[in-house]
């Protein structure tokens, strides 16, 4: 099996680095590596990645700085943060440079789906996504990140489908009723799916969803965020 990715793993970690490496490789990638930050600049100084996964804490140069100056020499580059630390400051800002940031201990699931969609969305059927949402800004940004989007004006409408092919619903409830009555068909319909909820600022919803630990965004967001927020499901 061969995929079309380079991709550069960067971490001064050797048994990290080596043995994501090795996943990758199985997978049929091909992967290069770097101890530090200023050898991942050199790297793609001269190579030709598609990827670079990024430790955010590294000798040299962090993460964030690495993202930087990589951007300066290739802009097209995919680059995936990676942190064990709770660093708010430090990730708030690889938001800003990052396609991505991930936690370790690593979901290796989620980020062969995830550099599968890289790869080829097309492809990517697990990513199909049901928009129940006026909020097209969302829409537009996850189908230009390579998402399969369908729009649906009413959950009724989502329900009235055979919606098992979604892997996830975002959905913007306008009270707690309306979303709790569709949480209750989906699971009457057997369906486990993930349900991600944007609501604005002083939405009544939101202490129904910190009671039930549901995941949500509020308005304003920046577009990493809701990248982040629908990788995290």
């Known amino acids: 099996m061969a995929n079309n990715l380079n991709i550069l793993i960067a971490d001064d970690e050797v048994s990290l680095r080596s043995s994501l490496g090795s996943i990758l490789q199985v997978q049929g990638y091909s992967v290069a590596m770097a101890g530090n930050g200023l050898e991942a ?3 793609v100084k001269t190579g ?6 990024l430790d955010i804490k590294m000798p040299e140069m962090n ?3 690495v993202a930087k100056e990589i951007k300066k020499f290739n802009k ?9 630390y709770a660093l708010v400051d430090l990730i708030k800002e690889a938001g800003k440079e990052a396609f991505l940031v991930i936690d370790k201990p690593f979901d290796i699931p989620k980020i062969l789906r995830i550099l ?5 969305p097309e492809e990517a059927g697990e990513e199909k996504i049901a928009a129940i949402t006026g909020d097209s800004d969302s829409v537009v940004i996850l189908e230009k990140a390579g998402y399969n989007v369908s729009v649906f004006q009413k959950f009724d409408k989502f329900l ?5 092919s979604f892997r ?3 959905v913007e409830p306008s009270s707690e009723d309306e979303l709790n009555n569709f ?3 989906l699971k009457e319909k057997g369906l486990d799916l993930k349900v991600v909820s944007i609501i604005n600022f002083d939405s009544p919803v939101l202490s129904f969803l910190k009671k039930e630990n549901l995941p949500f965004l509020r308005k304003p967001f920046k577009r990493e965020e809701l990248l982040r927020k629908i990788e995290e499901q």
Not at 160 to 164: A, Y
Request: charged letters at 25%; proline letters at 3%; aromatic letters at 6%.
């Open 41 to 43: 600049v050199e790297a």
């Open 183 to 185: 949480l209750q068909k």
């Open 63 to 65: 993460g964030v700085e």
């Open 116 to 120: 599968k969609r890289i790869a080829s």
């Open 160 to 164: 009235d489908l055979e919606p098992g």
């Open 48 to 53: 030709n990645f598609d990827v670079v996964f």
């Open 76 to 84: 097209k580059i995919v680059i995936i943060i990676m942190t064990a």
């Open 168 to 170: 996830l619903v975002l």
